[in-house]
């Protein structure tokens, strides 16, 4: 028997859900789908269509079952998502009914046309993405900013403790000694004192050898 998913992507601020399911319901009658089984996930920022709900569902259909939306743009966060679990569908020979429009993607020639259509519109997307971040680089790079990962040694927990590092270095501490007491490594401390070029060499004026404790 064939299975039919009723797919309700939802976010806080969405007044209309029952509205969707019972649109997504009028159009299971209509098209004579079996019993709609509710697929229902919050709304997520760019993850991918496979990790959720969705996904989850989709590895579970079989040739001949059907997903309903209330729109195309329910399925995924955008053209090129969408596009992907299009052709999967078209691959798999599941239909994917949209309530808005009256789409009816089962491998038709309207379901071609459509295809082509979102192909065409995900490479403007992408090319509209990829022209906004060439010139928020180049705009970005006109007022000085400087690009890429900052250079410089960094920030290290030893940073707050320069002063009494050096003063216990000078005083002729041991470097194993001074990475001991700051919890971290002789190999870590070495890559600190040379990362901020601080001089290591004991003062003239020490009197012992003794490591200060």
């Known amino acids: 028997m064939a299975r039919t998913i009723g797919y309700v992507r939802v976010n806080p601020e969405d007044q209309n859900l029952p509205q969707k399911r019972a649109d997504i319901l009028s159009l299971a009658n209509f098209k004579n789908l079996d019993q709609v089984e509710w697929v229902e996930e919050k709304d997520s920022d760019n993850q991918d269509w496979r990790k959720r709900k969705l996904g989850e569902a989709f590895e579970t259909l079989q040739a001949g079952d059907a997903i309903i939306v209330s729109e195309l743009?329910?399925?995924?966060?955008?053209?090129?998502?969408?596009?992907?679990?299009?052709?999967?569908?078209?691959?798999?020979?599941?239909?994917?009914?949209?309530?808005?429009?009256?789409?009816?993607?089962n491998g038709t020639m309207e379901s071609k046309i459509v295809l082509n259509m979102l192909?065409?519109?995900?490479?403007?997307?992408?090319?509209?993405?990829?022209?906004?971040?060439?010139?928020?680089?180049?705009?970005?790079?006109?007022?000085?900013?400087?690009?890429?990962?900052?250079?410089?040694?960094?920030?290290s927990k030893l940073d707050q403790h320069r002063v009494e590092?050096?003063?216990?270095?000078?005083?002729?501490?041991t470097k194993s000694?001074?990475?001991?007491?700051?919890?971290?490594t002789t190999a870590n401390l070495y890559n600190w004192l040379k990362k901020n070029e601080i001089d290591t060499s004991p003062s003239t004026t020490v009197v012992s050898n003794r490591e200060v404790k």
Do not use: C
């Not at 590092?165 to 501490?173: C, P, V």
């Not at 000694?177 to 971290?184: D, H, L, N, P, S």
């Open 177 to 184: 000694f001074v990475a001991k007491r700051y919890g971290t």
């Open 165 to 173: 590092i050096e003063a216990l270095l000078k005083n002729g501490s």
């Open 119 to 155: 192909a065409m519109m995900a490479e403007i997307e992408h090319d509209l993405i990829s022209e906004r971040t060439k010139k928020g680089l180049r705009a970005a790079k006109a007022k000085g900013r400087q690009l890429g990962r900052p250079r410089g040694p960094g920030k």
């Open 73 to 105: 743009s329910r399925l995924g966060r955008s053209t090129l998502q969408i596009l992907e679990i299009m052709g999967q569908a078209k691959k798999r020979d599941i239909a994917i009914h949209a309530v808005k429009g009256g789409w009816t993607l």
